[in-house]
């Protein structure tokens, strides 16, 4: 029978998959989104192959050169391609943005689900989140990498310590519902250990709110980190990030205005994609949500 049930579940798990990427595309908007983080994720990954120069390559010769066939996005003060610089950017934000994510829903979720199942520790747990989200996010990690450093681990650290009571709130919040309803109080009457209803009754019922969090994190996480880099707090200013792109294209706004509009449009339509598929996701799992569409 485990034979038959292993292959059974497996395609019906494949199936939802399929029901939820079909809600997903059904709205125009959502599936543009989608296109959009595919394409910057593959260029993420082959920015080696795709990107036309290196992006630390300098050619004073051309430098403040506007966009040409060569230069597609034109060059900077030093020469350097904008585009391929443009698409190492895209390495950068996507890693940190998608570091960020794994530490604070790592963290937030285990904060979170201890905080709500286990009452006595609710309170504590729960102020010391209530006091790291007093602070504005972009605040806290100023503070957070002055204390650190300037590098991308301690901008993943920073901005994870900055999202992690977010999660928390969002899983405690969940946590505190499902643990009243009747399949908890069975497993509890039946002998079950507080850790196997966390790890087998919480946490699967967990996946559709942590998941809808994780796409605004990612968002919040690649803006705060083009914030940090634009003030000097994020990663080195040699790195090709955005926001280290746009800070440094302050001088040349009045002539060379491409070195500022090419760099803030990734970060607008990479964000704005991670908007639009969070709410899309958002309201593919949420049944009454559902029934309004």
């Known amino acids: 029978m485990s034979d038959v049930a292993l292959p059974a579940a497996a395609v019906r798990r494949a199936s939802l998959g399929w029901l939820l990427l079909r ?11 989608l296109v959009i983080l595919l394409v910057a994720i593959v260029v993420a990954v082959g920015a080696p192959w795709i990107a036309p120069y290196s992006p630390r390559r300098m050619e004073i010769a051309h430098r403040l050169s506007p966009p040409s ?30 570091l960020v994510v794994l530490v604070s829903l790592a963290c937030g979720t285990l ?11 609710d309170g504590l747990l729960m102020r010391v989140t209530d006091a790291l989200m007093a602070f504005p996010d972009i605040l806290l990690a100023i503070a ?26 969002v899983a405690r919040g969940a946590t505190l519902v499902l643990r009243e309803l009747q399949f ?14 966390i790890a087998v009754h919480l946490l699967p019922n967990l996946l559709s709110p942590l998941l809808v969090q994780g796409t605004f994190v990612f968002a919040f996480s690649i803006l705060t980190e083009a914030a940090l880099s634009f003030l000097g707090a994020g990663v080195p200013p040699t ?54 569409t």
């Open 184 to 197: 908890i109080e069975a497993a509890e009457a039946l002998g079950a250990s507080g850790r196997r209803v």
């Open 69 to 98: 066939w060569a230069h597609w996005f034109g060059t900077d003060e030093f020469g350097r391609d904008e585009l391929s610089r443009c698409i190492y950017g895209a390495r950068l934000s996507l890693s940190v943005g998608s």
């Open 239 to 292: 790195s090709p990030s955005w926001g280290n792109m746009i800070a440094a294209a302050q001088e040349y706004m009045q002539g060379a205005a491409w070195l500022i509009l090419a760099p803030g449009l990734c970060i607008v339509f990479t964000v704005l994609s991670l908007q639009m598929v969070g709410d899309g996701l958002r309201d593919a799992l949420d049944p009454r949500l559902r029934r309004l």
């Open 111 to 121: 904060l979170g689900v201890v905080s709500g199942y286990v009452r006595r520790l």
């Open 144 to 169: 957070l990498m002055a204390a650190l450093g300037a590098s991308l681990t301690d901008v993943v650290i920073a901005l994870g310590t900055v999202y992690t009571p977010r999660v928390a709130r």
């Open 23 to 33: 809600r997903l595309v059904r709205r125009r908007l959502v599936l543009i989104s």
